[in-house]
């Protein structure tokens, strides 16, 4: 089972910019972020395929948050832009054994998770 350790989260101001990474301990196919708001369900924010030629976002994020991967490094980024104190939540790595997919129970490993927080 693949390893996946996540870049600290942190606390930005609404309309602030910041960016996550993962790093994965081999091979992944899909890779994905995903996020839970205290109170509420995990629920995908955005996936990549395996070469990066596909991205799906979910629409509270879309024009805001760019997904992105490196494979020579193993890594996957998330790139939030213009955060909303909507998007504090605990985001989490995620990784595939499918080329893409964006159904979470296609995902069978995933990281320890990190807090971002946006004040108002």
């Known amino acids: 089972q693949v390893q996946l350790v996540e870049s600290a989260g942190g606390l930005v101001q609404a309309g602030g910019s910041l960016r996550l990474s993962c790093t994965a301990s081999g091979r992944t196919y899909s890779m994905g972020w995903f996020r839970q708001a205290p109170g509420k369900e995990r629920e995908l924010v955005a996936v990549v395929s395996w070469r990066g030629e596909n991205t799906y976002y979910a629409g509270s994020v879309k024009g805001r948050f760019t997904i992105s991967r490196d494979n020579a490094k193993d890594t996957v980024y998330l790139q939030m832009n213009s955060l909303k104190p909507e998007d504090t939540a605990v985001y989490y790595c995620?990784?595939?054994?499918?080329?893409?997919?964006?159904?979470?129970?296609?995902?069978?490993?995933w990281g320890q998770g990190t807090q971002v927080t946006v004040s108002s």
């Open positions: 995620a990784a595939s054994h499918i080329t893409f997919t964006s159904r979470m129970s296609d995902f069978p490993a």
